[in-house]
């Protein structure tokens, strides 16, 4: 016979079990997780090249024109595949892309390391670029569909937090992968392999909705669904697939578009030339500029998380969209510029360093960013929007590692590429202040 005591114990198991099945799961929040390893990873692999550059250009013997050509290489076929790629992503859905870019990159940075030339390097960037394009958009596609409109502040920057957590861990991966194998060329191929396998982990994870993914209850189902349905209802017409010419004739998406333009100015800037900076003005080694290179980007990623919280933390107590993102963005934008003229006027290199961290913490709240495709555009559009803001980004991509080598190439000086990375700092803060963040943009 069964006890009170017993039965009393057995029921609130019970209770306890039934709790769990009701409250929502966080898959969400595991896949964003996922998505901040892979982007990690992509920026790992677009900046093996800046960080073994002393290395290459001497391997291969090249200039620093030439030298800032292979650096804008990989952002020319990236910027010509975003809209593309955004509506690939619109039409075959994220999960497809985003693994098949991971995969793609993956085997394009393994080759990179048979390059015996100035043309064979271009060549391999070239792909690199190409296959990489869709991983941001797809991003940017997931944080719609996935995401409640309250919770796409963290969502946005666990995405592009990668950005920064990758350009910080590949300093130190692939100086010390140098260090290990003796070679920059056999670091190439191991980091390859390590993204192939990623990118298949990333296909067995990744669902296009939340309905698709075995790990979502119906409670995290039904929460997500309930917050989409207030936010149409809210907003004006439908969200329907349009493509991207009704967004034309809007200032906020020239905005937008701009502000990821500037905000790309400075970060590429740093990312390609940083390391060959600090080697030449600063005397650094390579393990110095791994380690260097740590904690400066180390630091964006910091202030990337601490961004998305400030943003979703102070909409949750009842401020206004455009409130919360246009102080952020314009405090962010200050100490950006404040900190790029204070490394131009302070010789020293620790000082150098810590600056560039403080640069790096602020600029990274940009990574808000990635909100603004499912904001502006609706989830049916969020992928062609994403392409279309960082097409616009990526044209900084290839313009800014090919000014910066003419730059320093005839000046032979940093200053005053320091000094273009204080203008591109300049058109993110004013495009950020103009962009009206508070409705969905009709295309009725």
């Known amino acids: 016979m069964t006890s009170p005591t017993a039965s009393a114990s057995q029921s609130a198991g019970r209770r306890t079990r039934k709790d769990r099945k009701d409250r929502p799961t966080k898959v969400r929040w595991k896949m964003f997780v996922l998505l901040l390893g892979v982007v990690a990873l992509n920026y790992i692999d677009r900046g093996s090249v800046s960080v073994a550059l002393p290395l290459i250009t001497e391997d291969l013997g090249l200039s620093k024109e030439t030298t800032g050509i292979v650096l804008s290489a990989f952002f020319w076929s990236y910027a010509l595949m ?15 892309m985003a693994s098949g870019a991971c995969v793609g ?8 390391a048979a390059a015996t030339g100035v043309g064979s390097l271009l060549g391999y960037r070239l ?47 692939i100086s010390s992968l140098i260090a290990w194998t003796g ?85 590429y800037g740093l990312l390609t030339w940083g390391p060959l900076y600090l080697s030449e003005t600063k005397g650094f080694d390579i393990k110095t ?49 404040a ?56 044209i900084a991509g290839i313009v800014t590692p090919i000014a910066v ?3 320093v190439g005839g000046t032979g000086s940093y200053t005053w590429a320091l000094l273009y990375f204080v203008g591109a700092g300049v058109l993110f803060t004013a495009s950020s202040l103009v962009l009206d963040y508070s409705r969905r943009l009709s295309v009725r």
């Open 339 to 394: 900190g790029l003229l204070g490394v131009v006027l302070v010789p020293d290199a620790l000082t150098a360093v810590l600056l560039l961290s403080a640069v790096l913490f602020f600029l990274r709240w940009a990574g808000l960013y990635w909100s603004l495709p499912s904001l502006l555009g609706g989830r049916a559009n969020a992928g062609v929007m994403g392409g279309a803001m960082n097409f616009a980004g990526n």
């Open 82 to 96: 975003q809209i593309p790629g955004g509506w690939l992503i619109d039409r075959f859905g994220p999960r497809l």
């Open 105 to 112: 990159w993956g085997v394009a940075q393994g080759v990179t």
């Open 183 to 267: 070679s920059w060329r056999t670091s190439f191929v191991i980091a390859g392999v390590a993204t192939v396998v990623v990118g298949l982990l990333a296909y067995w994870y990744i669902r296009d909705d939340p309905r698709r993914h075995p790990g979502v209850n119906e409670a995290e189902a039904a929460y997500i669904e309930r917050a989409h349905a207030e936010e149409d209802a809210e907003a004006e017409g439908s969200d329907e697939r349009t493509g991207l010419r009704p967004y034309l004739k809007y200032r906020s998406f020239w905005a937008m578009c701009l502000g990821w333009m500037g905000f790309n100015g400075v970060f």
């Open 405 to 407: 080598g003419f730059i």
């Open 127 to 173: 792909l690199l670029g190409a296959v990489e394009a869709p991983v941001m958009p797809a991003g940017g596609k997931l944080n719609a569909q996935w995401l409640p409109r309250k919770e796409r502040g963290r969502g946005a920057v666990l995405l592009d937090g990668g950005a920064p957590l990758g350009a910080a861990l590949g300093g130190i991966i």
């Open 289 to 337: 500029i791994g380690w260097s290179t740590l904690v400066i980007f180390g630091a964006g990623f910091v202030g990337e998380l601490i961004g998305g919280w400030l943003a979703d933390r102070w909409r949750s107590r009842g401020a206004g969209a455009n409130k919360v993102m246009r102080t952020l963005m314009g405090v962010a934008g200050a100490a950006v510029v």
